[in-house]
């Protein structure tokens, strides 16, 4: 009887000396997946306080994402519950790349963190620059979308037979055929009065973007 007694008046002390607030504990509700006025009423409803911060989420806007503590935990009463909200998909405009260097063009598609689709080359003579894209700029689409462009790229012609030709002839020649010429590498010598094509490159026969230039080296009299 005495060992009751005594065992009754330790948890009488105990209670008596505990904090108002650790005498009310209980269980933080679980509110994810709810709305974010239905988790603030049955968190009011649990005698706890709230702080909601919103998120992007592929969830809803609205809905709650997350919870701390989480649902379960105990906690004493008036405890501050902090609440994810989703905000839902981040929107950014699309810029507008026409008329830009594809380069130049997927970086600045890259920085507003959306994807590169399909790019699709098509010859008008354009150095590589977009001449369409899709979606068309100003629209608002979701953050990870893709963005296809089409690209200008120059025409391909055939590399011309330059080899043998005089060097004022092998110009012609390399003009005439929308390509450019690069650098010319003379070699002197004492068997010819005229500079003679001995070398090009690209060779003969292949096929470069209109304006590439072709390098030459000339057999060039002493």
Request: aromatic share 4%; net charge positive.
């Amino acid at each position: 009887m005495v060992h009751k007694v005594s065992v009754l008046l330790i948890l009488f002390c105990l209670l008596v000396t505990l904090p108002a607030g650790a005498q009310n504990v209980g269980r933080v509700p679980a509110v994810t997946g709810l709305t974010v006025n239905q988790a603030l009423e049955e968190i009011a409803k649990a005698k706890y306080a709230a702080s909601v911060e919103y998120e992007y989420a592929t969830v809803a806007p609205g809905v709650v994402i997350a919870q701390s503590p989480d649902g379960g935990i105990l906690a004493p009463a008036g405890q501050q519950v902090k609440l994810i909200v989703s905000k839902g998909l981040k929107l950014v405009e699309v810029p507008n790349v026409v008329g830009v260097v594809a380069a130049d063009a997927i970086d600045k598609i890259k920085d507003l963190n959306l994807r590169i689709g399909t790019i699709t080359e098509v010859q008008t003579g354009d150095r590589f620059v977009v001449k369409s894209q899709d979606p068309t700029s100003g629209k608002l689409t979701v953050v990870g979308d893709v963005v296809n462009i089409t690209v200008g790229i120059p025409k391909l012609v055939r590399v011309p037979p330059l080899i043998g030709l005089t060097l004022e002839k092998a110009r012609s020649s390399v003009e005439a055929a929308g390509l450019k010429v690069g650098d010319i590498k003379r070699t002197a010598t004492t068997s010819t009065d005229l500079e003679i094509v001995k070398a090009q490159n690209p060779r003969s026969g292949v096929y470069r973007y209109e304006g590439t230039p072709v390098d030459i080296e000339v057999w060039s009299p002493k």
